[in-house]
């Protein structure tokens, strides 16, 4: 696996990462979500990002990836979800830390995200304050920022966050041309919900908007899986692609697929000329 360093962090990690969501999940056991993570190890995954509203993935990632600690990077998110604090207040954000590193059995953690707050909230001082006390506790090694457009530029101007979290594929191209290099960059999304797939009767707004920009964008292939991931894991200033599952076959699939190397020149300016063409009006995806 491909490692590259994730901004000017000082940490370093795999081109694809994997996401938390479904080893949370409560349909898949204790067992198989133990085996996934030690056959995402096995190939080379460095970065595991999970979330406060994940369900289990936090404390399961904590302690399959223990004895493994110092070589790989635990990625959360803080600032919601904690007991006794409001939502996106400073004293919630150092709680979240806390709490993250008791649940994941861990004495720090290496990314934490506040997760898709507002402007007027990243910008506030008690957030900021408290974004500054978990970076010199020691707690955090760097603080990140996940969203998308005027919030996600916002937070940038902070100066307080090394790392962004945001939709990227051949559908969400906003926004990685001409990124700071300085900022290390983790896409979300490179899928897209399956972009492809026909729409199931109760789809959800967001994958009813990429359905529309497949649509929109006209391109046919059969290998979308992997052009989508191979575009999101070589888009300019990305640092690793995130593929959330809980299957090891479909893990093995996107690690194959990124091992392959970036997209035909050809093909990538294809999918960048039709999005050029169509999506100008199209925010990213949050």
Same mark, same amino acid.
């Given at each position: 696996?491909?490692?590259?360093?994730?901004?000017?962090?000082?940490?370093?990690? =795999?081109?694809l990462?994997? %996401?938390?969501? &479904?080893?949370?999940h &409560?349909d898949?056991?204790?067992?198989?979500? /133990?085996?996934?993570?030690?056959?995402?190890? #096995? /190939? %080379?995954?460095?970065l595991?990002?999970?979330?406060?509203?994940?369900?289990? =993935?936090?404390?399961?990632?904590? +302690?399959?990836? $223990?004895p493994?600690?110092?070589?790989?990077?635990?990625?959360t998110?803080?600032?919601?979800?904690? #007991?006794?604090?409001e939502?996106?207040?400073? &004293?919630?954000?150092?709680?979240?830390?806390?709490?993250?590193?008791?649940v994941?059995?861990?004495? /720090?953690?290496d990314?934490a995200? *506040?997760?898709?707050?507002p402007?007027h909230?990243?910008?506030? #001082?008690?957030?900021? /304050? $408290?974004?500054?006390?978990?970076?010199?506790?020691?707690?955090? +090694?760097?603080?990140?920022? =996940?969203?998308?457009?005027?919030?996600?530029?916002?937070?940038?101007?902070?100066g307080?966050?090394?790392?962004?979290?945001?939709?990227v594929?051949p559908?969400?191209?906003?926004g !990685?041309? %001409?990124?700071?290099?300085? !900022?290390?960059?983790? @896409?979300k999304?490179?899928?897209?919900?399956a972009?492809?797939?026909?729409?199931?009767?109760? @789809? =959800?707004p967001?994958?009813?908007?990429?359905?529309?920009?497949?649509? @929109?964008?006209?391109?046919?292939?059969?290998?979308?899986? #992997?052009?989508?991931? +191979?575009?999101?894991?070589y888009?300019?200033t990305?640092?690793?692609?995130?593929?959330?599952? %809980?299957?090891?076959?479909h893990?093995?699939?996107?690690?194959?697929? !990124?091992?392959r190397? &970036? *997209?035909?020149?050809?093909?990538?300016?294809?999918?960048?000329a039709?999005?050029?063409?169509?999506?100008?009006?199209? +925010?990213?995806?949050?």
């Amino acid at each position: 696996m491909q490692t590259r360093p994730l901004g000017s962090t000082g940490l370093v990690v =795999s081109a694809l990462g994997l %996401g938390g969501g &479904p080893i949370g999940h &409560p349909d898949l056991d204790e067992g198989a979500a /133990r085996a996934l993570i030690d056959h995402a190890l #096995e /190939r %080379g995954v460095t970065l595991f990002d999970t979330a406060r509203s994940y369900g289990e =993935s936090e404390a399961r990632l904590g +302690r399959a990836l $223990a004895p493994h600690r110092d070589r790989v990077v635990l990625s959360t998110k803080v600032g919601y979800g904690v #007991e006794g604090h409001e939502d996106w207040t400073g &004293p919630c954000i150092v709680a979240g830390v806390q709490r993250a590193l008791r649940v994941m059995g861990t004495d /720090r953690v290496d990314v934490a995200h *506040l997760h898709s707050c507002p402007a007027h909230v990243v910008e506030r #001082e008690d957030v900021l /304050r $408290a974004v500054d006390d978990v970076l010199a506790s020691g707690d955090v +090694r760097v603080a990140a920022y =996940s969203g998308e457009e005027e919030d996600l530029a916002a937070a940038l101007r902070t100066g307080r966050f090394g790392v962004i979290q945001r939709s990227v594929s051949p559908w969400d191209q906003r926004g !990685v041309r %001409g990124a700071d290099p300085g !900022v290390g960059v983790l @896409a979300k999304r490179p899928l897209a919900n399956a972009c492809w797939l026909p729409l199931p009767h109760d @789809a =959800s707004p967001d994958r009813v908007e990429y359905r529309h920009r497949f649509e @929109a964008m006209g391109i046919e292939r059969g290998d979308w899986p #992997e052009v989508a991931l +191979r575009f999101a894991a070589y888009a300019p200033t990305v640092t690793c692609a995130l593929i959330g599952t %809980g299957s090891k076959d479909h893990l093995d699939h996107a690690i194959d697929a !990124v091992e392959r190397g &970036p *997209l035909d020149e050809a093909l990538r300016r294809e999918l960048e000329a039709r999005f050029d063409a169509v999506g100008q009006g199209w +925010r990213g995806v949050i």
